[in-house]
């Protein structure tokens, strides 16, 4: 892989060519990029998946869902209607996309949750409606350049960051790292819990912020409790089971490190990211575990993986993740309402 990898440079360089020109117009002008009066946060990555973008957009609802009128726009990743969407009750991951649904199922009550591939129409039907957003939070949009958002949010991982990648399809960006400079913060995801403050620094001094980047760490926080239809486990339970687990995300290496070093016994089925699960899948999901005593199995898997299978299987868990910030919070929550204010004054 490796090799091919290399093999493949001089499409690389193509590649950058091509986006940086792309950007390099939306700068001068020649492309337009739409604002709002309103608001926008965009969050994303420069790099392809598994950076912790769903986590982070649950973060920011969480923390403005009391005081603001929220609303989510996602493209809704291989969804199978078209255009302008608003989540219902009756939508599925089929019709609305798997991340999209998990906010509608957590928020749905509180917030707006809406799909558009089209980010600028998207925010403008939004804006539209009798009781319209006050802040929209963009996922996974960071180079959707069309719309310019009034705060990008840029994640990278702590064990990828972006200054040691290259571009597609010799390494894992989207975009050049020159596309940083966009950011007003940059958060460093899936960090170690105890992670120091000399090393925070040296990953500081690595990014080389500019003098209007703030720079943000975050690790992973599990909960205890297991989640599903009709579950009633936690954690510690798995320890006595015969667990299957099954994902289809990007980077499942965060979640088996974690079941680890609770010792739990799992075996795995990994499928690609934002995978559709065939009547083949199923069945071989559900024949791993012929022959073990109910008692003694459990089927789990991710939440986004959960939008996914929980109409295909019966009496599947999964696991709630959420972002926490090191060394705490409350930096993080000063930075972004700072940052509405600007917008908003």
């Avoid at 690389?12 to 492309?31: C, E, K, P, Q, V």
């Avoid at 539209?128 to 069309?146: G, M, N």
């Amino acid at each position: 892989m490796k090799l091919l990898r290399f093999l493949l440079f001089p499409f690389a360089i193509l590649y950058d060519i091509i986006t940086s020109i792309r950007n390099w117009f939306f700068d001068i002008g020649i492309l337009k990029s739409t604002s709002f009066n309103i608001p926008v946060i965009a969050v994303g990555n420069l790099s392809v998946g598994g950076t912790g973008k769903s986590p982070q957009i649950e973060y920011l609802i969480r923390l403005l869902k009391n005081d603001f009128k929220i609303a989510t726009l996602s493209r809704g990743y291989k969804r199978k209607t078209k255009g302008f969407q608003i989540l219902k009750t009756n939508h599925t991951a089929a019709d609305v996309g798997d991340e999209p649904l998990q906010f509608f199922k957590k928020f749905g009550k509180e917030i707006i949750v809406a799909v558009d591939a089209d980010r600028t129409n998207g925010i403008q039907q939004l804006l539209k409606k009798d009781t319209p957003p006050e802040i929209v939070l963009l996922d996974d949009a960071y180079q959707h350049r069309k719309v310019k958002a009034s705060t990008y949010v840029l994640l990278t991982k702590y064990s990828d960051l972006f200054v040691d990648d290259f571009i597609l399809p010799t390494g894992n960006l989207r975009e050049s790292r020159r596309g940083s400079k966009r950011a007003q913060a940059i958060v460093v995801t899936k960090c170690p819990e105890n992670l120091s403050k000399e090393e925070q620094n040296e990953i500081k001094q690595r990014i080389k912020l500019r003098e209007n980047q703030q720079l943000f760490f975050t690790s992973i926080s599990y909960d205890e409790e297991l989640k599903g239809k009709g579950i009633e486990l936690t954690i510690s339970d798995l320890k006595s089971k015969e667990v299957l687990l099954v994902t289809g995300i990007a980077n499942p290496t965060s979640l088996l490190s974690y079941l680890s070093a609770e010792g739990i016994n799992y075996k795995h089925l990994k499928y690609p990211d934002h995978y559709e699960f065939t009547e083949n899948d199923i069945l071989k999901i559900e024949n791993e575990f012929k022959g073990v005593n109910s008692n003694d199995k459990i089927l789990l898997t991710t939440e986004k993986d959960y939008m996914r299978l929980e109409n295909k299987l019966e009496d599947v868990s999964y696991i709630s993740i959420k972002s926490e910030f090191i060394p705490r919070n409350e930096e993080f929550n000063e930075f972004i309402l700072n940052e509405i204010k600007k917008t908003k004054l």
